[in-house]
């Protein structure tokens, strides 16, 4: 909140986003662009890229590891802070959790630290499904139990814990945002930046589509499913990064914090996905049956009915089609 502004009213916002440069902060960046607030990116790149940076940003390029980096930008002043910068890898988090301690733990308690010290109270965190691992019911919601079944997931479950701690001891107010499948791209084309060797669906599709990899390996066919492949309820990218606009003017305007899933209460299987790339690419994009990968369930589909009644958020581009045409609008310019 700026000085001298009535409580409640929700002005255009100076926002830092760590991890802009990244896949969905660059999407959470471009929102809050169009939508005028003023936005300062802090990334070190590690993952993100600069292509995706744009002009009207002030960018530093610094680590969430730096504690003085961190002051030095909050020092500024702004009204809220989103925290995207994260290892995300589920299976590389089963064999380097040290990376993802440091990373994923370390540098959030950088930033909670940071900002405890510059006085910035409205956290928005990138949070995860991972966090609740195997579902024991579906659609999956707020109140399932969260037992992650990897270290990415555990990592992101113990910092929604150090959120509570810091709500309670430093007025800290958040909105823990936990992401189901994330896909697709910016439906103007204005985000080019590809991922940095994804091991998520739809981003191997998209290279095996571009010739970049051979085929996709398609990680089980015999789960209890509808085609005997694994469901997961994808997102679109530009719904995701909607939700964080709303979620950053709730805790302005009323100051308490949340938990919420975002999904697209819809199941996609990995054929139904390759069969709409095979489709909308015009390619044959080769695969092969290969065993189960440890640790996936055969599905996982959220509900956001709570999303929908706290954030007034639906869905509007979480379709197969345009998550595959808007990520293929990208990738081709990539083909070899
Ligand atoms: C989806 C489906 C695979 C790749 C991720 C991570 C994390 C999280 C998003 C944010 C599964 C199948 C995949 C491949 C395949 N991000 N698959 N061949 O496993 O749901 O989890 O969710 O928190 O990035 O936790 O996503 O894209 O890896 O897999 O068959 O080469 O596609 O088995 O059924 P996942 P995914």
């Not at 939508?35 to 002009?55: A, I």
């Not at 999904?263 to 996905?273: A, F, I, L």
Request: contains cysteine.
């Amino acid at each position: 909140m700026k000085d001298g502004e009535m409580p409640g009213t929700i002005d255009k916002m100076r926002v830092l986003v760590i991890g802009g440069a990244g896949y969905i902060g660059s999407h959470v960046t471009r929102a809050l662009l169009d939508r005028g607030d003023s936005v300062t990116v802090y990334d070190n790149l590690s993952t993100g890229c600069r292509q995706n940076l744009f002009k009207d940003v002030s960018f530093i390029k610094d680590d969430i590891l730096n504690y003085s980096g961190l002051t030095r930008v909050m020092k500024k002043g702004f009204d809220a802070l989103v925290h995207l910068a994260a290892f995300k890898a589920a299976g590389e988090s089963m064999q380097k959790p040290e990376k993802y301690s440091v990373n994923n733990i370390s540098g959030t308690i950088n930033i909670l630290n940071a900002a405890c010290e510059t006085g910035i109270k409205n956290f928005v965190f990138s949070s995860s499904a991972a966090v609740y691992g195997e579902p024991e019911y579906l659609p999956i919601d707020e109140k399932h139990p969260t037992k992650p079944e990897n270290y990415y997931g555990y990592t992101k479950l113990t910092i929604e814990g150090f959120l509570n701690w810091y709500d309670k001891l430093k007025n800290i107010r958040f909105a823990a945002l936990r992401y189901f499948n994330a896909a697709g791209y910016d439906p103007e084309g204005r985000i080019k930046g590809l991922e940095k060797n994804s091991a998520n669906l739809l981003p191997v599709i998209m290279d095996v589509a571009i010739g970049k990899r051979k085929e996709l390996l398609v990680f089980g066919d015999d789960y209890e499913t509808k085609d005997g492949t694994g469901v997961r309820d994808y997102v679109h990218v530009t719904d995701l990064a909607r939700a964080h606009l709303s979620a950053m003017d709730l805790l302005a305007k009323k100051g308490e914090s949340f938990i919420v899933n975002l999904g697209s209460d819809t199941g996609v299987s990995v054929n139904e996905m390759l069969t709409a790339a095979r489709k909308i690419t015009g390619k044959p994009v080769p695969s092969r049956v290969v065993d189960r990968r440890p640790g996936d369930p055969a599905k996982l589909c959220a509900t956001s009915k709570k999303a929908l009644a706290l954030l007034k958020w639906k869905p509007e581009y979480s379709d197969v089609q345009t998550m595959v045409r808007t990520a293929w609008n990208v990738y081709k310019a990539h083909s070899k």
